[in-house]
């Protein structure tokens, strides 16, 4: 994946005490994963808090992709039982809604998780999507069978980063699920952020009967109008400064594939992070620097890299003190 992806690895590696306490967005989108904070953890001293709800933000700003992203997250989650264990205190359900928006698309749904251990998490979302036809998009293309083999200059469905196609206004429909990995070894953490996800648009769309395929901007994939899509997001870092702030450092592969017309875009690289659990009565800011090179993409493998930035925050438990 992409821009969320991003933002789940700015969330690597959570609030201090405990295990990874690790969020996907992404997705970002995270996901998130598509990224994700884990359960808020109680102030020292505090009792433990069998509920939490809290809002939390994610700006993603890239080059070479779509220029930006706004991630908002309000999430309430509740503790499945009571363990004083590393690997099984951070467990919970939750339900939330998702609102995601750029200058091309929006992504707004709602969504149920359960983690029943500290480092596995199952997620389950839906979203309607929104293109607003600008920018040059919705784009559709053609002729795509073999995409993955064919040149950037070839003209079959072709959709270049300078595309100047028709833009088009329409709607559409994903509905994911989601697999988070996580572990905690010395100061090194380790996470696998897998998604399965359904795209789909209304028989009568903008694009017209003739079109059957389309770009999606968020992963950069050629798919057609329904399809699959497959995601993956593995990242180690490694903590060279733990306390306030934190600072992270490590590698990242990202990788999203569109089963119908067998095409995949993959990138690996570098990120550094800072992150301050708690300042001013706000939770989990961050900031993070991804830099990574496509080992597959028809327009852009080789030397320019994918460069992104993100900067997240949380608020923090708004039900504290409450017993529901």
Not at 103 to 112: E, K, R, T
Not at 289 to 296: K, N, S
């Amino acid at each position: 994946m992409s821009l969320l992806a991003l933002a789940f690895a700015v969330l690597l590696a959570g609030p201090t005490p405990g295990p990874l306490g690790v969020g996907a967005i992404a997705d970002l989108g995270a996901p998130a994963p598509r990224p994700e904070v884990a359960a808020q953890r109680p102030d020292a001293g505090d009792a433990p808090q069998p509920s939490n709800l809290f809002l939390e933000a994610t700006l993603v700003g890239t080059v070479q992709r779509t220029g930006g992203i706004l991630d908002l997250r309000l999430r309430y989650r509740r503790a499945l039982y009571d363990s004083a264990h590393e690997a099984f205190h951070d467990n919970y359900w939750g339900v939330g809604l998702i609102e995601q928006a750029t200058p091309i698309f929006s992504q707004s749904g709602l969504y149920a998780e359960v983690a029943p251990t500290s480092f596995f998490r199952l997620t389950a979302a839906y979203e309607l999507i929104g293109y607003f036809g600008a920018f040059n998009t919705l784009r559709t293309v053609s002729d795509c069978q073999g995409v993955q083999r064919l040149r950037r200059d070839d003209l079959r469905c072709a959709f270049p980063l300078d595309s100047r196609s028709q833009a088009r206004a329409d709607y559409g429909h994903r509905a994911w699920v989601e697999a988070l990995t996580q572990l905690h070894l010395g100061n090194f953490f380790i996470a696998d952020n897998f998604t399965a996800e359904r795209w789909w648009f209304r028989d009568a769309w903008a694009a017209g009967p003739g079109a059957d395929h389309w770009v999606n901007e968020m992963f950069n994939l050629p798919q057609q109008k329904q399809d699959t899509v497959l995601t993956n997001n593995a990242s180690v870092l490694y903590e060279f400064r733990a306390g306030s702030p934190r600072v992270l450092a490590g590698v990242v592969s990202d990788l999203a594939y569109a089963v119908s017309t067998d095409y995949r875009t993959h990138r690996v690289g570098g990120m550094a992070m800072v992150h301050v659990p708690e300042w001013r009565g706000v939770r989990d800011l961050a900031a993070c620097l991804l830099v990574e090179w496509y080992t597959h993409d028809r327009y852009t493998a080789g030397p320019v890299p994918f460069v992104g930035l993100a900067l997240t925050v949380s608020t923090p438990n708004l039900v504290k003190g409450a017993r529901w």
